[in-house]
């Protein structure tokens, strides 16, 4: 594709269907109009609409209202009951214990990340991702989390046994 410069725009006042603009043409745009840069991008000094909560919730024409009609979002209360489990059972993965097997890059992702080999199966895999072994465990015993997640310490065993009556 060649490029060239098939006209200047220099009427202000022209209408840009009286040039000759075909298709896949490209129009590059230069702002003379003494505007100093940026001085639209500060948000504060732009005047807001605001309104209040009891006002909006009575509206019907709203996102708002939309979306409880729809039972979307935070107004599905399935939904939101999924999520928490779902978040719990992160939390709880999170505290899992594990033991640091590798540090370094990997090729599924960029960063630094530590392979850890977990005590209960609450991994992903078995030390390899998507094809290449980074180190050795049972299956689901694996997975790879970012060294900002990682707690080290020397902590001691959980004990879960039951007292029975």
């Known amino acids: 594709m060649t490029s060239f410069l098939q006209n200047t725009l220099d009427d202000d ?3 840009l269907g009286s040039y000759p603009v075909d298709d896949d043409c490209r129009i590059h745009v230069v702002d003379s109009s003494g505007a100093k840069e940026g001085a639209f991008s500060d ?5 807001k609409y605001e309104i209040s ?14 979306m409880k009609k729809k039972r979307m979002g935070r107004y599905n209360e399935e939904e939101m009951a999924k999520k928490e489990q779902e ?15 590798t540090v370094g ?15 209960e199966p609450l991994g992903k895999h078995d030390g390899s991702v998507n094809g ?6 049972q299956n689901k015993y694996g997975a790879f989390v970012k060294p900002d997640n990682i ?7 959980e004990n879960y046994e039951v007292d029975e009556m």
């Not at 948000?43 to 005047?47: A, D, P, Y």
């Not at 978040?87 to 640091?100: F, G, I, L, V």
């Open 13 to 15: 006042d022209a209408l």
């Open 43 to 47: 948000l504060s000094t732009v005047e």
């Open 53 to 66: 909560d009891d006002a909006y919730e009575k509206k019907s024409d709203s996102v708002r209202s939309f």
């Open 87 to 101: 978040e719990a059972a992160q939390e709880a993965k999170m505290e899992a214990a594990a033991n640091a097997i």
């Open 105 to 119: 890059t990997a090729d599924f992702k960029p960063g630094y990340w530590v392979g850890v080999k977990y005590d």
């Open 132 to 137: 290449k072994r980074y180190f050795e465990c």
């Open 151 to 157: 707690t080290v310490g020397d902590f001691p065993e």
